[in-house]
């Protein structure tokens, strides 16, 4: 039986600080991979029923909504699509980045008592779209702004990461090897996941003998295109006694936006991710070293190499040290993209909900045979990063969560 829905700020704070404690009680995707003859709306209000399905609560309960890129005034027309009314909502959009950022406003909102219960969703068909020609395949940022200053010289958001890798490997001595092992890794931990789009064994070879996009980036060093869609439901502490399966709380929370032209960006070889994740380890009193897993944006192999450093897993310049010899597989010292990320399992835009999604699932013991995380001495993980990455580097938001 679900609480009678409260009116946003009537629930009375139960912690010391006067601040609600706040969980992810929902989780889910929507179908994913190659999803012809739906629209992104559908995929939106699939991902969302099965959320709410998951946490078992009433969908009365939400109170609030956050959603951004698609319609015209996002979040306001999903949120109608959806029957929902909510009196709290956000919008922000920096990219990929976009739902880690939202679940840090969200968690605030419902720690102050602004709302009880709110759900982000998020749904693209970018592959679809492609095939039906109703989208390029290279997305346009347009050129107002400061943006003018470089559309002229034709790069792609592409070949700003291909260049920022390149600088890490001139500073660093990283390889082409290191970046591709990434690759594999990823590919690995997408072998034991049924819903990942591509699952057979990749090696490093294969990444560097594929078709150049964008020096260094080969096709394997770069994401997969996909449909699909996610959705995670945050609700107050006093809801999660009536929900289906046992809370992951929100622990910590940081965001960060560096720049938007490249010649503002003061160093290529660190990310946003270096604020934010300091940020949300600091306010969740953890270390990078406790972590049982991460869930890192890996648009590019690049992505999570530098993000791993900028998080602090190992300094600065040692992240191609650090990604060698399997220690991002499932069974490795730090097991990171669990499903298989955006280089393996889906990719249909901006990804970082879906990461929230994999982190829940492998705290609570739910990701399946084959691959679920485990402790060294056999325990479900208590704890993991969910760290999302927008635009060319532009902007960041790390989450840390916790079971129990």
């Not at 959806?82 to 605030?108: F, I, K, Q, Y």
């Not at 958001?157 to 970046?179: D, S």
Request: hydrophobic share 40%.
């Amino acid at each position: 039986m679900t609480p009678t829905p409260r009116t946003p700020g009537s629930s009375r704070p139960s912690t010391a600080s006067g601040r609600r404690k706040v969980a992810v009680v929902g989780a889910a995707l929507a179908d994913c991979g190659r999803v012809d003859g739906t629209t992104a709306y559908a995929l939106h209000a699939q991902a969302a029923r099965r959320a709410v399905a998951d946490s078992g609560l009433d969908r009365e309960v939400i109170d609030g909504f956050a959603s951004a890129g698609l319609g015209t005034l996002a979040p306001v027309e999903v949120a109608e699509y959806l029957g929902l009314r909510p009196v709290w909502v956000d919008s922000t959009s920096v990219g990929g980045s976009t739902w880690e950022v939202m679940a840090a406003h969200a968690a605030d909102a419902i720690a102050a008592g602004h709302a009880n219960a709110v759900l982000l969703v998020y749904g693209s068909t970018a592959r679809a779209d492609i095939k039906a020609g109703r989208r390029t395949g290279d997305l346009s940022f347009g050129a107002r702004g400061p943006l003018q200053y470089e559309v002229p010289y034709g790069h792609t958001l592409v070949a700003k990461y291909a260049m920022a890798a390149r600088r890490h490997m001139h500073q660093y001595g990283t390889t082409l090897e290191q970046l591709a092992s990434v690759a594999v890794q990823a590919r690995a931990n997408a072998a034991a996941n049924p819903e990942a789009m591509f699952r057979d064994p990749v090696t490093v070879d294969d990444v560097l003998s594929g078709p150049m996009i964008a020096d260094p980036f080969t096709k394997l060093h770069c994401c997969i295109r996909s449909d699909g869609g996610a959705a995670v439901l945050l609700a107050a502490e006093e809801y999660v006694r009536d929900c289906r399966t046992a809370p992951v709380w929100i622990l910590g929370t940081g965001e960060h936006v560096s720049h938007t032209t490249m010649s503002e960006w003061a160093d290529f070889t660190v990310s946003p991710a270096a604020v934010s994740g300091r940020l949300a380890f600091r306010r969740a009193g953890l270390r990078p070293d406790e972590m049982d897993l991460a869930e890192i944006y890996d648009a590019f192999t690049y992505m999570t190499l530098v993000t791993l450093e900028d998080l602090g897993f190992c300094a600065k310049g040692e992240g191609g040290a650090f990604v060698e010899k399997g220690r991002l597989t499932l069974r490795g010292d730090l097991p990171v993209n669990t499903d298989g990320g955006g280089l393996s399992a889906q990719h249909p835009g901006m990804r970082g909900l879906f990461l929230l999604v994999e982190a829940v699932r492998q705290l609570r013991g739910e990701a399946g045979e084959g691959r679920q995380v485990r402790r060294p001495d056999g325990e479900l993980p208590r704890l993991a990063v969910a760290s999302g990455t927008g635009g060319w580097f532009c902007s960041a938001g790390t989450v840390v969560l916790g079971r129990g």
